[in-house]
């Protein structure tokens, strides 16, 4: 049987298939190659899977609701989904909502569709965010808190897409998992989130904007600890149908500036730090509760900052050729 992959370019995505081939999964991956960053980047993360037996990919919007529905008509043979195509970027979402409608919203719909039309799929699995906290105040954010005040249109979007799976799963008996993915960092990851944007900048002695005046914390959560996390819910769906949702996060909440330290460390140059004032749309920290998800899964985060950025800053080195 084979195993659907949404995303599959992206970052979490590209890491989730490779995992999966590596234990001789089958997977059908897709991807827009939207250009919100590099697409090269993309390119080259998909670049190893496509010299797998075990890999098929089909270039498709997940928003194209004809071609995506033809999927189960081409590929009868699917039996789990992992959806995981998004317009992601919390500060674009205030400037540019539409965007994020069609991909997270209609996208999402689509992708609901599509897994109806599978009479045996045994799992979808989805990404939603740590942003769908939004304002609230209380740590760590658990998934039994309220989260009916989104502070962007990105962290809306997710929520729902949280939504629409709980009426689907009412309406046509599906066994769906939302995973709420908190800062996820580490090789292949995007250009546009801080890791990259800090490694870059301290390597080039450009200056790092840090806004909330540097009062900002993050759970920094490594892209193998992600991983282990989403195969760990894909492989144990409810008995019956059902909608869960779980945090996927390091349980813990970094000062951004011990973060910039450990990259300081680990390119041996110091960082120019500009502080500036918040921006719409921004949280000033999250931590995640994983209480359920050690409960129900066994998971729990192995990889730390300290060992975790240096591992990033290498791969960083060596994809930008340093």
């Given at each position: 049987m084979t195993i659907l992959i949404t995303g599959v370019a992206g970052f979490v995505g590209s890491q989730v298939a490779r995992a999966l081939v590596a234990r001789g999964e089958d997977v059908l991956g897709i991807d827009n190659f939207s250009p919100y960053y590099d697409p090269v980047l993309k390119f080259?993360?998909?670049?190893?899977?496509?010299?797998?037996?075990?890999?098929?990919?089909?270039?498709?919007?997940v928003s194209n609701r004809d071609a995506m529905l033809a999927v189960a008509e081409r590929h009868p043979q699917v039996d789990r989904i992992i959806h995981l195509a998004a317009q992601p970027g919390v500060r674009q979402s205030v400037t540019d909502p539409y965007i994020y409608v069609q991909a997270n919203v209609m996208g999402h719909l689509i992708?609901?569709?599509?897994?109806?039309r599978y009479p045996g799929l045994k799992h979808l699995v989805y990404a939603s965010s740590s942003s769908v906290y939004g304002a609230n105040t209380k740590l760590p954010f658990s998934v039994a808190d309220r989260v009916d005040h989104p502070v962007s249109v990105y962290a809306a979007t997710k929520r729902s897409a949280e939504l629409m799976t709980e009426a689907y799963v009412h309406l046509h008996k599906l066994k769906a998992t939302g995973l709420r993915y908190f800062t996820v960092y580490g090789p292949w990851g995007r250009p546009d989130m801080s890791p990259y944007i800090f490694a870059k900048a301290i390597q080039e002695g450009s200056t790092i904007s840090l806004f909330h005046?540097?009062?900002?914390?993050?759970d920094f959560s490594y892209i193998d600890d992600i991983v282990a996390g989403t195969l760990?819910?894909?492989d144990q769906p409810a008995a019956e149908p059902s909608h869960r949702l779980y945090n996927v996060g390091a349980a813990g909440s970094?000062?951004?500036?011990h973060v910039i330290e450990l990259f300081e460390k680990a390119l041996g140059k110091k960082a120019k730090i500009e502080l500036k004032p918040g921006e719409p749309g921004d949280m000033l920290e999250?931590?995640?509760?994983i209480t359920e998800t050690t409960r129900d899964f066994g998971w729990t985060p192995k990889v730390s900052v300290e060992e975790g950025i240096p591992k990033f800053v290498e791969w960083?080195?060596?994809?930008n050729g340093l």
């Open positions: 080259a993360r998909l670049k190893p899977l496509r010299e797998s037996n075990h890999f098929t990919f089909l270039e498709l919007d992708v609901l569709e599509l897994a109806r005046l540097g009062f900002v914390k993050r760990a819910a894909l970094e000062d951004i500036l999250t931590a995640a509760d960083f080195k060596a994809y």
